[in-house]
């Protein structure tokens, strides 16, 4: 079983970046696929990233695409959300999790969540 904490949120302009943190710890981390997803407050959760165990592969929301980049660091059990020309509407709980296997985009599939971080973006 793995645990999974979230660091790295905040708040930032429009336009502004942000580093999203997820340290993992009780297991053999490059076991895991690992993804992002996040849930605005009315909605439902949904997918943002996700990278395979070794790095390889990566998987992108379109609405995401070439603003975000996921990346793993398996020395440091540690998976990061880089993001970009933030807007408003990625204002949202940003939580981690994992999975053995493949990644994927469906929340139901990864078994592990971390508790979240907020990510507050001012117009």
């Known amino acids: 079983q793995v645990q999974l904490v979230e660091s790295g949120g905040g708040l930032v302009q429009t336009g502004g970046s942000l580093r999203l943190s997820c340290a993992a710890s009780?297991?053999?981390?490059?076991?895991?696929?690992m993804g992002w997803f996040r849930q605005a407050p009315g909605k439902e959760r949904e997918f943002v990233a996700a990278?395979?165990?070794?790095?390889?592969?990566?998987y992108y929301a379109d609405s995401v695409k070439g603003r975000f980049t996921i990346s793993r660091d398996n020395a440091k059990n540690t998976v990061y959300l880089q993001m970009n020309s933030l807007k408003p509407e990625d204002a949202a709980v940003y939580y981690c999790?994992?999975?053995?296997?493949?990644?994927?985009?469906?929340?139901?599939?990864?078994?592990?969540w971390g508790q979240g971080t907020q990510v507050t973006v001012s117009s």
């Open positions: 009780g297991s053999t981390f490059s076991n895991y696929a």
């Open positions: 990278i395979s165990w070794g790095g390889g592969i990566t």
């Open positions: 999790a994992a999975k053995l296997g493949y990644a994927m985009r469906i929340p139901g599939e990864y078994p592990y």
